[in-house]
């Protein structure tokens, strides 16, 4: 039996003593990546979080968006002016990247003005997949506009 409670115990085989100490084998489990979660991801280690509808979707879609540190670290000005193409446009990149929950996403995201702005957005390849699966609305838009 291991010196110390094991929940490997038995599997565990001792091999041989060095120096006074019980040296113990344990068999090693190879595991395969799940290439499918991988290419879901919005950066290494974090998975892309994608609402169940673009109904959901009930942010502002127009006026001064700010947004809080969680999901914009990166700059003294957390403040976005939605009536700006070009910060509207950033805005919804940041928060499709950054979105921890569905409640970050319906908070910040409009579903129409997604879809608009769809084909626009620079996005990591994970987040753009996972959206377009869930939402071939927006996979149509991006086609249309190609």
């Known amino acids: 039996m ?5 929940p490997f115990a038995a599997f565990v085989d001792r091999i041989f003593d060095i120096g006074g100490m019980r040296v113990y084998s344990v068999p090693m489990v ?10 879901y991801e919005s950066r290494p280690g974090r998975r892309a979080v994608v609402a169940a509808s673009l109904a959901d979707l009930r942010g502002p879609a127009d006026g001064t968006v700010e947004l809080p540190i969680w999901l914009f670290w990166s700059g003294p000005d957390h403040t976005f002016d939605l009536g700006d193409e070009d910060m509207r446009r950033w805005l919804y990149q940041i928060v499709l990247r950054e979105a921890g929950s569905l409640e970050d996403l319906a908070a910040y995201l409009d579903g129409d003005t997604l879809i608009a702005l769809w084909p626009d957005l620079y996005l990591p390849e994970g987040v753009r997949q996972a959206w ?7 996979r149509a838009a991006a086609t249309a506009a190609a």
């Open 30 to 39: 190879a595991i395969q990546p799940d290439a499918s979660r991988a290419r």
């Open 132 to 138: 377009e699966e869930q939402h071939p609305v927006l």
């Open 2 to 6: 291991a010196p110390w409670p094991c």
